[in-house]
């Protein structure tokens, strides 16, 4: 889309809040920003229900058209999911496109997705979600079969169309699967090494990749717009103590996320439920953060990911303006963009992971160099004292209470 322009239209009923109401007609228009369209106009109705047939009452309907043509409008978008039939009878009604929240997500993943994961986890929603909203919708297909012979003269172009979506959906469906479990097993075998896991999750736009690609040096997809980040990066960082560890941005969370999209992106948020720790990252500047918080941690909830030890970091310190009250614990309020404050942040990491962890003191051979390594890289070294006398390393630290390593302290002592 190169700027087209854009009414966005929404219906506020009776028991939805007016600023929760107002923040998603925002993230309506910043979404349609991010697609290339530019929104003209925003038109609300307060009504009891949504209107089964138009979605919008039909007096406000003349009302919309009007603006249509004095402002020449390309597209309508509406701030809730269309059925088939209210697509098309807006549609028909404006004489012009007409699309809904969901169908914008899902035209920003297919700009944004880059690896095959993602491009067939876009389709797959896209094709979920244009099956029931083909025209002629519930006509009994009357021979699901394949190839030559199976097309009679009594299948319309509407069947056939259908049945090819079928078919497509169960060929990405099996590809996916596929990918998935060549995931897992390169999940197991990380886990297999041990190695510690941190997941970045967030708000969409709260600076996950900028913090991301400062931390590990890395040049994933950085700009001032939703879902920047869609397929999971993982790299290797080193903390202060020498303690290695894999860090992963994750696609960014939303409100009304379409149920297909979270289906289809179950797997990239996987990461998040195989980490070992996760950083919460919010944008402290944005007027809704609180919600976003919610949203968030809600979603987590979902992912069986409550459990997992996290710190939440307020990022965007440097807009913050009046005074921030932060509403969750462990906490640090950085800018993504300042050297100092990430290497703060990385501090504060192996401060909240040693609360987590079980201490540990013993003595190490001065010749057990490999040991001494491992140590310095798998757990988080807090002192190493070399004695002269008895050559041998006096070290102590922090270390994970299922770790291997822990039955050569318990041999040691």
Known sequence: MSDERIIAIAVKKPNQQDDYFESSLEELISLADT??????????????????????????????????????????????????????????????RVIDRSQLILDI????????????????????????RLRGQGVQLSRLGAG?????????????DQRHIRRRIDDIKRRLKEVVR??????KRRKQNDVFQIAIVGYTNAGKSTMFNRL?????????????????????????????????DTVGF???????????????????????????????????????????????????????????VYNKKDLVNEEFIPHNRPYIMISALDAEDLTELIKKVEDVIKIEWDSYQFSLEASDGKLLNRFEHETILSEKIFDEVKETYVISGYIRSEHPLKGIIKEKN
Request: glycine letters at 6%.
């Open 35 to 96: 697609a290339g369209g530019k929104v003209v106009e925003v038109i609300t109705q307060n009504r009891e229900r949504i209107h089964s047939a138009f979605y919008i009452g039909e007096g406000k309907m003349a009302e919309i058209k009007e603006r249509i043509d004095e402002l020449e409008i390309d597209l309508v978008i509406s701030n809730d999911e269309l059925s088939a039939g209210q697509s098309r009878n807006l549609s028909d009604f404006f004489d012009c």
């Open 109 to 132: 993943f297919a700009s944004r997705a880059r690896t095959k994961e993602g491009k067939l986890q876009v389709e797959l929603a896209q094709l979920q979600y244009l099956l029931p």
């Open 148 to 160: 030559i012979g199976t097309r009679g003269p009594g299948e319309t172009k509407l069947e056939a």
């Open 182 to 187: 060549q995931r897992e097993q390169y999940r």
């Open 216 to 248: 590990t040096d890395s040049d994933s997809l950085e700009e001032d717009k939703l879902f920047a980040t869609l397929d999971p990066l993982t790299r290797k960082i080193q903390l202060p103590s020498g303690f290695q560890v894999l860090l992963t």
């Open 254 to 312: 939303i409100q009304h996320l379409p149920t297909t999209l979270i289906a289809a992106f179950r797997s990239t948020l996987e990461e998040v439920s195989e980490a070992d720790f996760i950083l919460h990252v919010v944008d402290s500047s944005h007027p809704d953060n609180q919600q976003h918080q919610e949203t968030v941690l809600k979603l987590l909830a979902e992912l069986d990911s409550s459990s997992i030890p996290l710190l939440t």
